[in-house]
C-alpha cells in the first residue's frame, strides 16, 4: 500500500471554519446532503450508548472515544472513524463551548462500495486483513481535501444536488484505497461470513419491531445457529437478541425525544408488550428512567443520530 500524507496543519482550520458554519444545534442535524450529517457537541458527554449507521466519519475538532467490547478507539482531527455496520456502540465526548466537537458524518452503502471496487483495477487487499465493524485510523491528507469540498459543496443546494454524490464517492473511494479499506470491501462481500451478519443487521434494523428468533435469523445468514452465533458476537461483541434489544431501545429514545411519544407509546411502538419490562430495560442500558432521558435530552436540544 502507497504511503501517504498525513494531515496538513493547513486543513484543519478551514475544516473548522465550514463545519462551524454547518453544523447547528447540539447533537446530529442534517445537511441538505441525503445520508450527510454534522455533528456538535459543546460539552463533556460521559460514556454513553449510541448507535450509528454504516458511516465514515471525520472530525475537525474535539475528540470523541468510543468502545464495543473489549476494543476501544479515537476519531478526533487526526483520526477517521469507519464504521461498516448497524452497531451500537458506547461513545465518550469531549467538547466545550470554546471547543466544541465539529463532524461530519457520511453514510456508506454496499453498492456505492461494490460499484466502486468494480472500477479499481489494483484494489489493495491484504490476505490477512481481518475486517473489523467499527475502526478508526490516520486522517491522511488526501481524505481531508475530499471532505473539504464536500463541506464547501454543501455550502450551496445546487451545488450539492449537482455535486455532492461526487464528492461522497470520492471520499468512499479514498477510504477503500486506505488502511480501512478492507471493512469496507468486506461490506460488499455478500458471501463473506462478514457480509452475511452485515446483511442479518440491516434486516434487525429494518425490522426492529418484529419478532425475531435465532434459527429463523441464522437460516437468513445461511449458517448453522451455534456458527451464527459465533460469527454475529465476534462482530458485534453482542449476542443477536441482546442487539435486538438494544436496537429497540434507541429507537424508542429517539421517538420520546424527536416525536415527544411518551414511554408506552414509544415501547409498544417498537415491539415491546410490556411497558414495565421496557422501562427496567431502558433504565439499565441509559442509566435514568425514559423519561427523565427524553426530558434531559430535549433540554439540551440534542438530536440523536
Known sequence: MAVTKSTSA????????????????????????????????????????????????????GRKSGRLGEKTFTYDANHYLVLAMHLPFECETFGTPENPVLGVSIGVTPALVAELLVQIEKSPTDPLARPQAIEAAALDASLAAAAIRLMETLQNADDARILGSQCVREITYRVLRGPLGANLRALAAPHSHFGQISRVLTRIHTDYAQTHDMETLAREAGMSVSTFHAHFKTVTSSSPLQYLKTIRLHKARMLMVHDGMNAAGAALRVGYESASQFSREFKRHFGDAPAAVAQALRQNLVRLA
Open 10 to 61: 493547513s486543513t484543519k482550520p478551514t475544516m473548522v471554519s465550514l463545519l462551524g458554519a454547518l453544523a447547528k444545534g447540539e447533537g446530529f442535524s442534517q445537511s441538505i446532503l441525503p445520508g450527510v450529517k454534522f455533528m456538535r457537541s459543546t460539552r463533556y458527554i460521559a460514556p454513553s450508548p449510541i448507535a450509528y449507521e454504516p458511516s465514515i466519519v471525520i472530525v475537525a475538532q
